[in-house]
């Protein structure tokens, strides 16, 4: 019996030892709510982020109604910026917003999430090296406009306005020049529907941008490919008219300039506008020969000779003459 109680002395000495080696401090748990909030503002103003998202989710969990328990939801979002935790930024603002519609500071919650959608588009890479912004996803980018625009129409007078406003201009000439960007491959590969498609949308949706006079160009070069006259003809003249001194940029010019090359080389095969309508044949004037011509012997070798040497050229012009 001594020893069963040996044993279970030493098996709770351990059990208690275990606790204080891999739980958590008691003190930890009597900070007082106003303790928890001063040390995350403190870690907020040093740029301590990490540890301020610490001291926050605490202050939440353990004081759910609390004093600061909203005034640290919204940090809490500011926070995840921050730290580039987009996913979780994104989550906070939208439950903030979903718990307190009325809440005086919910124009800052759709302001932060607008922030945070502005900069997920951007990879490791693109933060220290130069990228294209036009090939880039422009989904977070169309949901950060979306964002910004919810803030100006619901709270037109809030002080994160002016820069909202900023960023929209700034994302809606990125969106316009993703879609001459598309539009670009579109030709390249051919597909001059889809590419005229991207050009109209540009100029129905993203007017007073850089991108319209290019939109316009795409339209005229891709309705000139499918033989769609009228439409080239009036996108040429909306170009002329309001962009007297748009020069084509060097990526339209090289794309033309690669189909040209590439409707030479194969004789205009792959080119559905090169080939020409078979030409009349013209009507015999009866007042002139009143006569029916018989054809000869003769008449029928020379033509079967003149037959003969078209096909002949037409195998010289595609071997390049190697065979002759």
């Known amino acids: 019996m001594p020893t069963i109680k040996a044993l279970f002395l030493m098996l709770l000495i351990s059990l208690i030892s275990a606790c204080s080696l891999f739980g958590v401090d008691d003190e930890d748990f009597d900070i007082p709510e106003s303790q928890l909030y001063e040390e995350a503002i403190a870690g907020l103003k040093e740029s301590e982020y990490q540890v301020a998202i610490e001291k926050l989710e605490q202050l939440e969990s353990r004081y759910p109604f609390g004093r600061y328990s909203e005034q640290a939801q919204l940090e809490l979002i500011y926070a995840y910026y921050r730290m580039s935790r987009a996913a979780q930024a994104i989550a906070a603002a939208d439950r903030f917003i979903r718990l307190h519609p009325q809440h005086d500071n919910i124009d800052y919650a759709y302001y932060l999430r607008g922030l945070t959608n502005f900069e997920a588009d951007k990879s490791l890479t693109d933060r220290f090296l130069p990228t294209d912004p036009s090939q880039r996803d422009p989904g977070a980018a169309r949901d950060s406009f979306a964002d910004f625009a919810t803030l100006l129409n ?87 008219s309001n962009f007297p001194d748009y020069v084509p940029d060097s990526e339209l010019t090289a794309i033309e300039a690669e189909r040209s090359l590439l409707n030479t ?35 029928n070798s020379s033509a079967k000779k003149e037959d003969e040497e078209e096909e002949r050229s037409l195998f010289s012009t595609i071997t390049f003459g190697v065979f002759d």
């Open 154 to 240: 619901r709270f037109p007078n809030s002080q994160y306005a002016p820069d909202a406003r900023k960023r929209m201009l700034y994302l809606k000439n990125q969106l316009a020049n993703y879609e001459i960007h598309v539009a670009r491959f579109y030709i390249k590969r051919g597909a001059f529907v889809a590419a005229a498609n991207r050009g109209r949308y540009v100029v129905e949706n993203y007017q007073e941008t850089p991108a319209i006079p290019a939109a316009l160009a795409i339209m005229v070069l891709a309705y000139s490919e499918l033989g769609l006259d009228d439409p080239a003809s009036h996108a040429q003249e909306v170009l002329d």
């Open 265 to 299: 080389a194969t004789f205009g095969l792959f080119d559905k506008n090169a080939a020409e309508a078979p030409k009349k044949r013209q009507r015999p004037n009866r007042k002139s020969n009143p006569k029916k011509q018989v054809k000869t012997s003769d008449d």
